[in-house]
């Protein structure tokens, strides 16, 4: 669809770097549309959003009796799940294991927020670090098969350890940071395809890996969907939709509360993150991931348009910065400067250029769409 005109949303700033996005007659995208048709209406993170959740509060609490724990939190540092941890411990009373996995890419600022919270709060934490020559192979692979998510291998691995080790302990209940607030319009699956396919991941990886993923965490959809939840009896809760998130009021409260430092961007506490999606994104595909950022934040009245697109208009690093992350970036995966120059100029791909599981992700996202679990598009 290069051929297609120029347009942005006149109500967000989603615009036709999303190459499938549609507009209504009044020039707003579907994201804003579906934003105001079911996510707003069904969305309550106020008074009433707590009298809803705080019967399965209880029931946790209830359950969790006799145990050092009645519940697990996945930490990374990062906003949202600093935040969602205060909730639950401040707000609900609640007794969570926190869970880090740590990726190789953590950033010192984010290690070092982890650790106030975990001080602070008198919270007990278990890390797991993830065998970094698989981590590296697969994200080489990654690199070299020229797809635009190149943060799929972190983003599996996090995810896929979390829960592997809730199920192992018995935990029933995992608290995220997931939340509508900051994360209302979900990028289509052109720039962000889906992290748990792990049929495309291991596509990908046959191809262009050249070690064995023998301890690499991986959990499918499948496992997610359906081990865990109805044979393990698992249960996500997505506590920021609850509660009055306000991402300003929610930095000072972290800030004011345990000397919390806040980031330049969403996903910043990763360095790879902050590379991938400051650099490789929108210097190599054509599109940045910031768009859905500041769009969520629009929706949910937390900027104004005109402060998204000035943000938007210029880069979070400077030159300098991105160079020298770039050149982080190569030497840590062991690739030289030029050898990582000549995989950024190579042909890009897509992710259906590559075997995968898009049919029963598809059919998995319509149904969480229909029973209202997931309210957000998928496309």
Not at 50 to 58: A, F, K
Not at 75 to 93: E, L, N, P, Q, W
Not at 183 to 191: F, G, N
Not at 325 to 353: C, H, M, Q
Request: aromatic share 14%; with cysteine; glycine share 6%.
């Amino acid at each position: 669809m290069a051929d297609r005109p120029y347009q942005i949303c006149t109500n967000c700033i989603m615009d036709t770097s999303d190459s499938t996005i549609t507009f209504d007659e009044r020039g707003w995208c579907e994201y804003c549309q579906n934003f105001h048709t079911n996510i707003k209406p069904n969305w309550h993170p106020d008074e009433r959003g707590i009298q809803e959740i705080t019967p399965l509060i209880e029931k946790i609490k209830q359950e969790g009796k006799g145990r050092a724990h009645d519940c697990i939190i996945g930490i990374s540092g990062g906003m949202d799940s600093s935040y969602v941890t205060h909730v639950a411990v401040k707000k609900f009373g609640l007794r969570p294991l926190m869970f880090h996995c740590d990726a190789g890419w953590n950033s010192d600022l984010g290690v070092s927020n982890i650790q106030k919270l975990i001080d602070a709060l008198n919270l007990d934490l278990v890390t797991e670090v993830i065998n970094w020559e698989e981590m590296k192979d697969l994200q080489r692979a990654f690199f070299r098969s020229q797809v635009p998510f190149q943060d799929q291998p972190q983003d599996l691995a996090l995810f896929s350890a979390l829960y592997a080790f809730a199920a192992k302990e018995g935990f029933k209940y995992v608290i995220t940071g997931g939340n509508n607030s900051t994360e209302c319009v979900r990028e289509c699956l052109e720039w962000t395809y889906f992290s748990t396919d792990t049929r495309y991941v291991k596509d990908i990886h046959r191809r262009f890996g050249e070690r064995p993923l023998k301890t690499f965490p991986m959990c499918d959809i499948l496992k997610y969907k359906t081990y865990y939840r109805w044979v393990k009896g698992m249960k996500v809760v997505k506590l920021l939709d609850f509660y009055p998130y306000n991402k300003k009021r929610a930095i000072q409260e972290l800030i004011d509360n345990y000397g919390w430092r806040p980031y330049p961007m969403k996903h910043y506490e990763s360095r790879f993150t902050r590379f991938y999606e400051s650099f490789w994104t929108p210097r190599k595909f054509g599109y940045d991931k910031r768009r859905a950022y500041f769009s969520s934040e629009i929706l949910t009245g937390q900027m104004t348009r005109e402060e998204a697109l000035e943000r938007i208009s210029r880069p979070e690093l400077d030159e300098q910065t991105m160079r020298q992350e770039f050149e982080y970036v190569a030497t840590k995966l062991d690739w030289t400067v030029e050898e990582f120059e000549a995989i950024f100029n190579g042909p890009n791909k897509r992710f259906s250029d590559y075997a995968n599981n898009l049919w029963l992700i598809t059919l998995g996202a319509r149904i969480s769409n229909l029973l209202g679990i997931d309210n957000r598009i998928f496309r």
